[in-house]
């Protein structure tokens, strides 16, 4: 039998596998995925037979492994979280330089958000029917791997991060899923209870009934969380799991940043494709790989493991 630090810090090594995994995971779904974005499964056909390599394109012209939104986004939340704690006014500042660089694509929702933060100053979005887009779902891998360990913060720091540009009850139930799944992935779960987290969202939100999959994959975060979850249960890898996803089309770069932080998460680094890492932009590639182990050695987990007080849990860091 191991000694027990060694097997402690084993289990930190596969943890931090997959954390990286998780953010490279979105990256790489989000780079294959933008070449598809708003086509129909029979034109991808048409075009790519299969699409299955990184290759850029799309409408958004992009260069073979360029991120679109859905990446940046989380990296600008990663970073303020990095630099500042869970300061919500300090993601909206980075969101704000990100919108100011002008990003080569931006959700008509996030805008909106972004902008009353900067007019206004406001951190959340008031309740609004038409904010049932995916946009703050597909920030989510840098809030899970913060917050692994404790799911009342978990479920905190989703919906304040969400509601800068999202305010929906469906909205806020994907997130808290997403990032479940995220956290019973990183610490080894089997497929059964990710399952079970769906069953419990459906029980919720009957919309999200995926099991007769009927092929939407819209921004509509309900189609979009149906689309990861068919193909993620009904695939047994990494690279099964994106290809179905990003070949249904529709909103197809979010679909598959969602499946790879969940599937990275599950399946670890080994199960990315290395032809798909090697095309992921490198600074992108650094920055994700970085930021996720800065993360998880945040997260009340990994301070309990080695025995240091959370720093989220002191009210100092609290600017909110
Ligand atoms: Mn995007
Ligand atoms: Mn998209």
Redesign the pocket.
């Known amino acids: 039998m191991a000694e027990p630090g060694r097997e402690k810090s084993s289990h930190r090594h596969t943890l931090y596998d997959r954390a990286r995994a998780c953010y490279l995971g979105l990256a790489v779904g989000d780079a294959l995925g933008a070449t598809t974005?708003f086509m129909t499964p029979g034109e991808i056909r048409a075009t790519h037979t299969i699409h299955k390599n990184i290759c850029g394109g799309g409408w958004l012209r992009l260069k073979p492994g360029q991120v679109t939104d859905?990446t940046e986004m989380s990296l600008a939340l990663g970073r303020a979280v990095l630099e500042r704690g869970w300061c919500l006014s300090g993601i909206a500042d980075n969101f704000v330089a990100w919108m100011r660089g002008k990003p080569v694509d931006i959700g008509a929702t996030c805008r909106r958000g972004i902008r009353s933060y900067l007019l206004k100053g406001q951190l959340e979005q008031p309740v609004n029917e038409w904010d049932a887009g995916n946009g703050a779902a597909m920030r989510m891998a840098p809030v899970a791997l913060l917050t692994l360990g404790d799911d009342v913060l978990l479920m905190r720091c989703a919906l304040e991060q969400a509601r800068l540009t999202h305010h929906h009850p469906l909205s806020d139930a994907a997130c808290i899923t997403i990032g479940r799944m995220i956290h019973h992935s990183l610490t080894g779960c089997d497929r059964f209870a990710l399952h079970a987290l769906t069953r419990d969202l459906v029980a919720d939100h009957p919309r999200f009934q995926f099991s007769r999959y009927d092929g939407q994959a819209s921004?509509y975060v309900v189609d979009t969380l149906r689309t990861v979850f068919h193909y993620f249960f009904t695939t047994g890898s990494f690279e099964e799991c994106l290809i179905g996803v990003v070949n249904q089309g529709g909103?197809a770069?979010?679909t598959g940043a969602i499946a790879g932080m969940i599937a990275g998460a599950f399946y670890g680094c080994d199960a990315i494709p290395r032809r798909w890492l090697k095309k992921l932009d490198p600074s992108i590639r650094e920055d994700v790989e970085e930021q996720a182990i800065r993360l998880i050695q945040l997260s009340p987990l990994v301070r309990r493991q080695i025995g240091d007080g959370h720093p989220l849990t002191q009210e100092k860091n609290h600017e909110i």
Request: glycine share 0%; no cysteine; hydrophobic share 15%.
């Open positions: 974005e859905d921004a909103d770069d979010t």
